[in-house]
C-alpha cells in the first residue's frame, strides 16, 4: 500500500476504532494517544509493507498497535496499580455501578494476560474469530478454543468473587 491516499483512507477510517481500542486497553487518555501516535508513525514507515486488502491492512495496524502497547504494558502496569490504590484511597466517587459490573472488571482483572486479550478482542472490539486468528498469527479453530477457555475461566473467577464476597459479609458482624 504505497499510495498515499490509500494511507489516508485507512487513516481515516480506522483512527477513532483504533484510539477507542488503546483506550480501552490502556484506561488512560494520554497514553491512548501515545499509542495512536506510534502506530501510525510506524505504519506510515512501513506503508510499503500495508496489505493492499483494507481488512487484512486494518489487522495489520491493529497488529502494530498491540506491539506498541505490549511494549509499555509494565509501566502500564504501575499506573493501574496506583490509580486503584488513589481511588480505594478517594472512596465511593458518588457513581455506582451495578454489583455484577464490578465483579466482572475484578474477575477480568485476575485472568492472565492472553485470556484477557482474547475476550477484549472479541467483546470490546467486536472482531470475528478469522480477524483475531490473522492478528494473532493463530488458526480460526485456536482462537475458537482460547475463547471458550477464557469465557470457562472468567465465568469461575467471577464464581469465585462471588463466593468471597458472600464470606466476606457472613464474617462482618
Avoid at 499509542?35 to 481488512?55: G, S, Y
Amino acid at each position: 500500500m504505497a499510495d498515499t491516499e490509500q494511507f489516508r483512507a485507512l487513516f481515516d477510517g480506522l483512527h477513532r476504532p483504533l484510539t477507542a481500542y488503546a483506550l480501552r486497553r490502556t484506561g488512560d487518555r494520554d497514553e491512548a494517544d501515545d499509542v495512536v501516535a506510534e502506530t501510525w508513525a510506524i505504519a506510515w514507515r512501513r506503508r510499503r509493507d500495508l496489505p493492499e486488502d483494507p481488512d487484512r491492512a486494518r489487522m495489520y495496524v491493529y497488529g502494530i498497535a498491540r506491539n506498541v502497547m505490549a511494549n509499555a504494558r509494565r509501566s502500564v502496569r504501575r499506573r493501574r496499580a496506583l490509580q486503584a490504590r488513589a481511588v480505594a484511597m478517594a472512596g465511593p466517587m458518588g457513581v455506582a455501578r451495578p454489583r455484577h459490573h464490578d465483579l466482572v472488571l475484578e474477575a477480568l482483572e485476575r485472568l492472565p494476560e492472553r485470556d484477557r486479550e482474547i475476550l477484549l478482542l472479541v467483546t470490546w472490539e467486536g472482531l470475528g474469530h478469522a480477524e483475531i486468528a490473522d492478528l494473532l498469527g493463530l488458526s480460526v479453530t485456536a482462537v475458537a478454543n482460547r475463547v471458550s477457555r477464557a469465557r470457562r475461566r472468567l465465568r469461575g473467577a467471577v464464581t469465585d468473587l462471588e463466593e468471597e464476597d458472600a464470606l466476606r459479609r457472613v464474617r462482618e458482624p
